[in-house]
């Protein structure tokens, strides 16, 4: 058993790091195994060797991050806490120095950072290459990091148009005949492309650019034919594409322009004789110049804790037909 006491600069620090009602402070003890008392400024960790050490770290770390950006959310103290079990050298090193998208948005959001080692690999590939393939679990912000690196190069400049593309393919359901033009057809399943959008911009800008075509929503099947100049093109479930779909929508790249393919390989609602093209893409251009592959699993998973665990569960035992 071994005790540490910190002690923080002021109550007001005390309040922010440990959060809203100790919110934060709950997470860690529970992620950690240690006590955690916490005495006006000062903070007493009690429990075994291995994890006070990883908790001193943790601490040490949040309160530099707290300093560099003013506040802490439960999502950067869960990566954190994720590093800190598995890499305990390098607890939130990613996330305080790794790679950033600029703003895209004048509001809460300063820029867009890594929280994850792999989120790290994937933000340096959207800022390095102007071909990405992104393969990886739910809740690993594959889609939003994607979108934030659109809305970002769109504000810069550096693309004229973001056109936003997604197999129509549905999740085990048939939903029948959708009502109205192509784009209200296929708004339904873009929908977390728009939930990306709208958390990084205002949501009646959003419209203004969907109205004016700076923002394009397309179903693949749509895509083939085209030349995409100077935009930034995302296909969201890439998974759900077919071989011939997934080289179709890679050949619309044209000058001055990012391609970035988004997918989940364990949600794959193609028939069961159909291979995937995001499968087939990233089997053939990892390792191709110009072209990053990047792979995410259940460690760079940024939402509920429980969403790790129900992923991990599901892995573990193959789904019926």
């Not at 919110?23 to 240690?34: D, H, K, S, Y």
């Not at 080692?117 to 990405?132: C, F, I, N, P, W």
Request: hydrophobic letters at 40%.
């Amino acid at each position: 058993m071994k005790e540490s006491t910190l002690t923080l600069d002021s109550r007001d620090e005390a309040v922010l790091i440990f959060g809203s009602r100790d919110q934060f402070l709950r997470e860690i003890r529970q992620a950690l195994g240690v006590q955690i008392i916490g005495r006006a400024e000062q903070v007493v960790i009690k429990g075994d060797e291995e994890a006070v050490d990883a908790a001193v770290r943790l601490f040490t770390q949040l309160r530099a991050n707290l300093r560099k950006h003013g506040s802490l959310d439960i999502e950067m103290v869960r990566a954190a806490l994720e590093i800190a079990k598995g890499h305990p050298d390098r607890v939130l090193s990613i996330v305080s120095e790794g790679p950033t998208v600029p703003s895209p948005t004048a509001g809460p959001h300063k820029s867009v950072r890594a929280r994850t080692e792999g989120q790290t690999r994937y933000l340096s590939a959207l800022r390095d290459k102007d071909m990405v393939l992104c393969a990886g679990p739910a809740g690993t912000g594959k889609t939003w990091l994607a979108v934030a690196m659109a809305v970002s190069l769109l504000r810069a400049g550096q693309v004229k148009k973001i056109v936003l593309v997604r197999p129509a393919v549905e999740a085990g359901e048939r939903l029948g005949f959708l009502p109205g033009d192509i784009a209200a057809k296929v708004n339904p399943y873009l929908r977390p492309l728009f939930d990306a959008l709208n958390d990084l911009m205002d949501p009646e800008q959003v419209k203004r650019y969907v109205e004016n075509d700076v923002i394009e929503i397309a179903p693949l099947a749509y895509m083939r034919g085209r030349t995409l100049n100077n935009a930034c093109i995302i296909l969201d479930e890439g998974q759900n594409s077919t071989v011939s779909q997934m080289m179709m929508f890679l050949t619309r790249m044209g000058n001055g322009s990012k391609i970035i393919v988004t997918g989940d390989m364990s949600q794959i609602d193609l028939p069961p004789n159909v291979e995937s093209g995001l499968i087939d893409a990233v089997e053939r251009l990892e390792g191709v110049d110009g072209i990053a592959v990047v792979r995410l699993d259940e460690r760079d998973i940024v939402r509920h804790p429980l969403v790790q665990r129900v992923i991990s569960a599901y892995a573990s035992r193959r789904l019926p037909n």
